[in-house]
């Protein structure tokens, strides 16, 4: 008898499915009516002879059932049936099925100005890390540099990071090391950004992006990698007018969330529990916005934006159901369907750089003059001015040409932390110009060696046989020929090498100068910071007329101003200092550069010095010879007109002696016989 599944509408036979297993419905009194219940057909009764299959359970254990739908289960746990739907239900092996339908209009939205966010959760990443690059990230990264490749006519910029958050609470920045605070803030115009988060940018395809994706998890391995979450993010900002007017920028960004940790607080599953860690998404929807401090961690931060702020979001919850005794499965249904009734309204990001500069400065003057006049709201003042000034500085670090300049030092540093990995990537890169460079090397010996052998061999040789001479001159014509041409290719290629050289040379000189700058405006802000604190409290806990704390005020700023001018003074000496060092190690170069042109210049001209003696000394012997044999010929032809004259006196006397005789016939007939 052929077994077939009774679920409503399910087609999958034996015969046909030969990949599914088919299971018989439970005898046993508990669990029966539950899965009869689920099956969900009217008047019907299961007997020994029906099957369910195997597709509509995500394990082995039959205690979650996956309609055909595919988007509504039925969880089966102890006494209880609980009726769940969400917009996909499906097993790991069918995952590639919701692509479209969940992943790629999150994709789409990201590259029309929208905010994206995509939450996955699960207790562990030790199984789905695979699947989780290949399924979802990749494809995520093609169809967004799709979209954005698509726009031939405008200006774009895509940027990517990585954050790795420690169970601690603590964020690590993997792109930039060197990062020592991350500061979220909310913008009034750009929403939430991170202060200090390095980014890659200039990314031009998804093969770099998915490259520098996987960097970022390799360097995560051996750190707490499977109890930490992360983050992986991609921006896009492009123009949308150019011209003597100021351009419009619009901006995208696409998050990925990885958020590792238990659903059920205490009741964590075995892997959970081992690691002693809850779920950062299941702490977040616990907490009511009311108990939400600026002393959050970041990923709380953003996960409370992602939920609630102006963005899309999709959630991903990976379960693995363990039958009755499992905890963890019916708490991540739950979560999950608390964070399906949360609702977000995105609205696109589009701005202007310059004006928005100009309506921050006009609301810092604003406020200033305001302090001057109010003395009540004096606190409240100082705080909302120097939210002012760092919205105003966010908006000043967004420029492009100060990303590109971070970047180039973020990549710098990301291919000198890679070690082997560097080396492989350069030679791929390269395209093997270093084995090219030493076959090059190897075949102008051999030339050389061909030369010389083929120039001892025609000084040797006969010269009776001009063919023979003729092939051996075409032959050495041709061989310094080719070996001229593989000198030129190796100096050209010694030359790009020393370029690259000193490139990299220059992009770690900078990089450096960059961090002691940035340590010296660390400090000194640090330093600014206190005194705006100082000045705070005794505003504050000073009870003083309007003339004299007008008075007070102008002297802290004084005082704050004096110590910007002192920190400007310190960098610029700083710049200067760095653009001595940079001179100097400019005209050492180039004096290496000139002593590599003279040595270059004189090992050609000693060639060609010897090629010349060589060929002026085959020459002169050849000319000897062509004497030689000219005054040889000419004794020769002298030789034989004095034999020609000797003949012909002989043949007179001959003649003469025959005519006086009578016989003029004999002469004749001498001569025939002769």
């Known amino acids: ?185 909310l913008h009034p115009v750009l929403g939430v950004v991170i202060r200090g988060l390095g980014e890659a940018c200039d990314v031009g395809s998804a093969d770099e992006a998915y490259t520098l994706y996987k960097a970022c998890r390799e360097a995560q391995k051996g750190k707490e990698e499977l109890r930490s979450s992360w983050l992986f993010t991609v921006a896009v900002e492009w123009k949308l007018q150019e011209g003597d007017v100021p351009f419009t920028l619009k901006r995208g960004r696409l998050q990925v969330f990885g958020l590792v940790g238990g659903a059920g607080g205490t009741d964590l599953t075995r892997s959970a529990r081992m690691l002693c860690q809850v779920n950062p998404l299941l702490k977040v929807m616990n907490q009511s916005p009311s108990e939400a401090t600026k002393t959050d961690p970041l990923l709380h931060f953003l996960l409370r934006d992602a939920l609630t702020g102006n963005q899309r979001t999709r959630l991903i919850y990976f379960i693995k159901p363990q039958g009755d005794l499992d905890d963890e499965t019916p708490s991540a249904l739950a979560l999950a369907q608390k964070v399906k009734h949360l609702t977000t309204k995105a609205s696109v990001c589009c701005w202007c750089p310059e004006e928005t500069q100009r309506e921050i400065r006009s609301r810092i003057a604003e406020l200033r003059h305001v302090m001057m006049s109010d003395v009540a709201s004096g606190t409240y003042n100082i705080h909302r001015l120097a939210e002012l000034i760092q919205s105003l500085q966010i908006v000043k670090e967004q420029s492009w040409k100060k990303k590109r300049e971070e970047s180039q030092r973020i990549k710098f540093k990301v291919q000198q932390l890679c070690g082997p990995q560097k080396c492989q990537m350069d030679s791929c890169l390269s395209g093997g110009e270093h084995i090219h460079h030493k ?157 590599d042109s003279r040595q270059v210049f004189r090992r050609f001209h000693e060639s060609s010095e010897d090629q010349k003696r060589i060929s002026e000394a085959r020459y002169k012997s050849i000319l000897l010879e062509a004497v030689h044999d000219a005054v040889q010929l000419s004794a020769q032809n002298q030789r034989l007109q004095a034999d020609n004259k000797q003949l012909r006196r002989a043949l007179g006397e001959l003649k003469d002696t025959l005519t006086k005789r009578g016989e003029p016939k004999a002469p004749a007939s001498i001569l025939k016989n002769d």
């Open 1 to 185: 008898m052929v077994k077939s599944c009774v679920a409503v509408g399910c087609k999958n036979r034996e015969d046909r499915r030969r990949d599914l297993n088919f299971y018989r419905i439970p005898r046993d009194p508990k669990r029966r009516p539950r899965l009869t219940a689920a099956i969900r057909r009217e008047n019907w009764a299961p007997n020994d002879y029906h099957r369910l299959c195997s597709s509509h359970f995500i394990s082995a254990k039959g205690c979650v059932f996956i309609h055909e739908d595919g988007q509504s289960l039925d969880y089966l746990s102890k006494d209880e049936l609980q009726h769940l739907i969400f917009d996909h239900a499906v097993t790991i092996d069918n995952m590639q099925g919701f692509y479209g339908d969940l992943l790629q209009p999150l994709t789409v939205c990201a590259c029309e100005g929208y905010c994206g966010s995509l939450l996955i959760c699960a207790a562990s990443m030790e199984n789905i890390g695979t699947l989780i690059d290949e399924v979802i990230i990749k494809q995520m990264l093609a169809s967004m540099f799709s979209h954005m490749t698509s726009r031939v006519e405008e200006e774009w910029l895509i940027s990517v990071s990585y954050l790795q958050f420690h169970p601690d609470g603590l964020a690590e920045d993997l792109l930039n090391h060197d990062s020592q605070t991350l500061q979220p803030f």
């Open 439 to 595: 076959e090059s090397l190897d075949t102008a010996k051999n030339l050389e060696e061909e030369l010389r052998r083929e120039m001892e061999m025609h000084v040797k040789e006969d010269r009776r046989c001009m063919e023979k001479v003729q092939e051996s001159i075409t032959r050495i014509l041709q061989l310094k020929d080719a070996l001229k041409e593989g000198l030129m290719k190796n100096i050209t290629a010694e030359k790009c090498d020393l370029c690259l050289q000193l490139n990299d040379e220059y992009l770690f000189e900078d990089s450096r100068a960059h961090e002691r700058g940035k340590q010296l405006k660390e400090l000194s802000g640090s330093l600014i910071q206190r005194e705006v604190e100082k000045m705070e409290r005794d505003l504050a806990g000073e009870q003083l007329s309007s003339a004299e704390r007008e008075l007070l005020v102008l002297s802290r700023e004084r005082q704050i101003l004096l110590l910007q001018m002192e920190t400007l003074r310190a960098e610029a000496q700083q710049a200067r200092k760095h653009l001595q060092e940079q001179h100097h190690k400019h005209q050492t170069e180039l004096r290496r550069w000139r002593e």
